[in-house]
């Protein structure tokens, strides 16, 4: 089985600030990590993935998710916060392994408010 | 590219009605599509794995007669909310994977559909 942990429910940042966001999972195999960002209304946008290679990923609107394979996270950042980052943010996993099936494992998500 | 849209953005309708659902990927086939229910301020909710010329693969807990699902040709799938109630109110959101491309490239979500049952 694969799982995602998001342990915070709500990020405050101030804009201008550094921001992480921190994601946790499990699964049998070796992981495929993504990020997506949920606006009010709308679906999920992909920001980055982790495959294999480099452990710093980086992805759209300047984010960057830094994979830890001993603590088996995918913690998302960026540099320098902005108000229009302010969105639900979740973190998904999927097992390498075929046999698991295309299915996507998403964490519970964490809000984020970016505020001036 | 990778665009998909979801039809319609919104539904209110009264208690017993079915309301269809589309989900087509617009520039690419995509074999498999996924519906997801949302509720407000959760994760997502899997409830069914769509595969186009067969049957859908639905979670444990979702109801098949409830929640027909259709993925007739590459490029639509669709969800039939049958004889919809108040608690089937939610926000419904497809995704689909191109035909062809790996298990480590993301999925394409729809920007969602309010279903409101009165």
């Known amino acids: 089985a694969q799982s995602v942990a998001q342990p915070e429910d709500q990020v405050n940042v101030a804009e201008g600030n550094p921001l992480t966001v921190k994601c946790t999972y499990s699964?049998?195999?070796?992981?495929?990590l993504f990020w997506y960002v949920q606006y009010p209304n709308r679906g999920l946008q992909f920001l980055l993935k982790?495959?294999?290679?480099?452990?710093l990923v980086k992805g759209s609107y300047g984010f960057e998710a830094e994979f830890n394979k001993s603590q088996t996270s995918f913690h998302l950042k960026k540099p320098s916060a902005l108000v229009s980052d302010s969105a639900l943010y979740f973190c998904?996993?999927?097992?390498?392994?075929?046999?698991?099936?295309?299915?996507?494992?998403f964490g519970t998500g964490t809000q984020l408010k970016v505020e001036l | 590219g990778a665009v998909v849209s979801q039809h319609p953005s919104r539904v209110i309708c009264k208690s017993g009605t079915s309301v269809k659902i589309e989900c087509r990927s617009l520039?690419?086939?995509?074999?498999?599509m996924f519906w997801y229910r949302q509720f407000p301020k959760k994760s997502l909710m899997l409830m069914a794995t769509?595969?186009?010329?067969?049957?859908?693969?639905?979670e444990q807990g979702v109801e098949k007669d409830k929640f027909l699902i259709n993925h007739a040709s590459l490029t639509l799938s669709t969800l039939t909310v049958t004889s919809a109630h108040p608690e089937d109110s939610s926000f419904y959101i497809c995704?689909?994977?191109?035909?062809?491309?790996?298990?480590?490239?993301?999925?394409?979500f729809g920007d969602g559909t309010r279903l409101s049952i009165l």
């Open positions: 995704s689909a994977s191109q035909t062809g491309q790996g298990y480590n490239q993301p999925q394409h």
């Open positions: 699964v049998s195999g070796n992981p495929y």
């Open positions: 982790y495959i294999t290679g480099d452990n």
């Open positions: 998904a996993v999927r097992d390498s392994r075929r046999g698991g099936g295309n299915k996507l494992t």
């Open positions: 520039d690419f086939q995509a074999t498999t």
């Open positions: 769509s595969n186009e010329g067969s049957k859908a693969t639905y």
